[in-house]
């Protein structure tokens, strides 16, 4: 039997093509990546989509927070290192650390995960294989989260825009990397283009498909030290809610 390894390590892939015009890896390659990791993990633990399936239930992604110490360089060597981090009530929790080629710290991410019924999607108890587990020691103190707080001021700044089948997934829904890369759209124009996003907040609220009209309610405020807090409402159909998102854009540090 396989020696089960609760903190895993893989290197962090991206093409050329995931490279902004600033040189940086996009922030929602990352979070693409991150889930891609986190999966490919929970495969190896026993406890992976297809482990779930056979009893009729599947995994979803209900909260993620990623922060990056400064964004991620093209052409520069990058790993993803994860483990699970506990459960609380019906969510599994799973963190990350992003390491440059020397084993450096240069970005951290949490993220909560709940098991849904694949037809009801309704959400399911955590079975006792996982809330029995004893879960590593974290490797390295957690990171300083920003707090980014309710905001009331959200306003269409956009039009209306229907989801694409390239952006639907294996269960039939937008890939949650998709509403993060569409609060990057509406962003553009908006902000100084040396502005670069080094954390983002992200809550899924409910499933979006294909062919649904999606509507973002969205707010800038200017902090200190040229920081900008960016707050996204995803509305499906005019009033479902479907996702909420806030991103930290700030000047890369030389």
Not at 121 to 131: A, K, M
Not at 211 to 218: A, N, P, Q
Not at 225 to 235: E, G, K, P, Q, R
Request: glycine share 6%.
């Amino acid at each position: 039997m396989a020696e089960r390894v609760d903190i895993y390590t893989e290197p962090l892939a991206y093409r050329s093509a995931e490279i902004g015009p600033d040189g940086h890896i996009n922030l929602f390659r990352i979070v693409d990546l991150l889930q891609e990791t986190a999966g490919r993990h929970a495969d190896a633990l026993g406890f992976g989509m297809d482990d779930l399936e056979r009893s009729g239930a599947t995994w979803a992604l209900t909260k993620l927070h990623v922060h990056m110490h400064n964004p991620l360089v093209g052409g520069q060597a990058y790993s993803i290192q994860t483990w699970p981090a506990g459960t609380q009530r019906l969510w599994a929790i799973r963190r990350y650390r992003i390491l440059d080629s020397e084993g450096s710290e240069v970005g951290q991410a949490i993220s909560h995960w709940m098991i849904l019924d694949r037809i009801s999607h309704r959400p399911q108890r955590l079975p006792d294989f996982i809330t029995g587990r004893t879960w590593p020691e974290p490797p390295a103190p957690e990171a300083s989260w920003t707090n980014f707080g309710e905001v009331s001021d959200l306003k269409q700044l956009t039009t209306d825009f229907d989801v694409r089948m390239t952006e639907i997934d294996i269960n039939n829904h937008v890939n949650n990397a998709n509403y993060l890369a569409w609060a990057f759209n509406e962003a553009a124009g908006r902000l100084h283009p040396g502005k670069v996003a080094t954390e983002a907040e992200i809550a899924f609220e409910a499933e979006t498909k294909f062919g649904d009209t999606i509507r973002i309610l969205s707010s800038y405020r200017d902090h200190h030290d040229d920081v900008i807090s960016a707050h996204h409402l995803f509305l499906a159909n005019t009033e479902n809610r479907v996702s909420k998102i806030n991103i930290r854009w700030t000047n890369p540090q030389k």
